[in-house]
């Protein structure tokens, strides 16, 4: 599965955004799929996660009660809302099979990052 991210931009905090991962080659509905995000200077981390069902949402406590994640068939969404500085990012899509769902590791296939940018 080939992976396409996009959506991200500069917005002031407060404000929201909203990402999406569009998949070709393969239906979404095969695979866990999630967010990481980087920030500058700092190591990749793991933002959410859905099931390959879709039916369940993994967060991470930084973004929790902020972020939702959502599929259809072929695309991932990640709905950002009350945007933080601190959520300045490159935020990468992935996508498994099996696996961790915390774990960078588990994941084969990534799509390139897009930049998310909150001023304060």
């Known amino acids: 599965v080939q992976l396409q991210a996009y959506g991200g931009g500069l917005v002031q905090a407060g404000g929201s955004l909203k990402l999406s991962c569009a998949a070709s080659?393969?239906?979404?509905?095969?695979?866990?799929s999630a967010w990481f995000r980087r920030a500058p200077g700092k190591e990749r981390e793991f933002v959410a996660a859905?099931?390959?069902?879709?039916?369940t949402a993994y967060y991470a406590d930084s973004v929790k009660g902020r972020f939702t994640m959502s599929r259809d068939k072929n695309t991932a969404y990640l709905v950002l809302n009350s945007l933080k500085p601190e959520d300045t990012a490159v935020y990468y899509c992935?996508?498994?099979?099996?696996?961790?769902?915390?774990?960078?590791?588990?994941?084969?296939?990534w799509g390139r990052g897009t930049q998310v940018t909150v001023s304060s």
């Open positions: 992935a996508a498994q099979r099996s696996g961790s769902y915390w774990r960078q590791e588990s994941y084969g296939y």
């Open positions: 859905l099931d390959s069902s879709g039916g």
């Open positions: 080659g393969h239906s979404f509905r095969a695979y866990s």
